[in-house]
Nanobody, 121 residues
Framework: QVQLVESGGGSVQAGGSLRLSCAAS????????MGWHRQAPGKERELVAV???????NYADSVKGRFTISRDDAENTVYLQMNSLKPEDTAVYYC???????????????WGQGTQVTVSS
């Protein structure tokens, strides 16, 4: 089993920055893809950014040029650097990881509990 714990959320003014972290702990083999999703009030959860095990990255069009995803495999941690934040970025941000377990044939999708990001104008 793995636990994903997000940190770094909070409230900032438009134009500010935040850095989210998500650390994986517990018993598991390794982590392949990692990413961040967000869900704003009244909206569907959407993919924000993903980074693969080969370090390829993809971003939602709405955050390109402003957000940067990275990972530290030695620490089993994924980061999301968010710059030039807009009120539209306000949402609960969820960490996601595709986790490989030695006792499972297929990787398992794991989710963090979420961290609130609020951007005021």
């Amino acid at each position: 089993q793995v636990q994903l714990v997000e940190s770094g959320g909070g409230s900032v003014q438009a134009g500010g920055s935040l850095r989210l972290s998500c650390a994986a702990s517990g018993s598991f083999g390794s982590i392949s893809d990692m990413g961040w999703h967000r869900q704003a009030p009244g909206k569907e959860r959407e993919l924000v950014a993903v980074i693969t095990e080969s370090d390829s990255t993809n971003y939602a069009d709405s955050v390109k040029g402003r957000f940067t995803i990275s990972r530290d495999d030695a620490e089993n941690t994924v980061y999301l650097q968010m710059n030039s934040l807009k009120p539209e970025d306000t949402a609960v941000y969820y960490c996601h990881a595709q986790v490989k377990y030695s006792w499972l044939y297929q990787p398992r999708s794991e989710w963090g509990q979420g961290t609130q990001v609020t951007v005021s104008s």
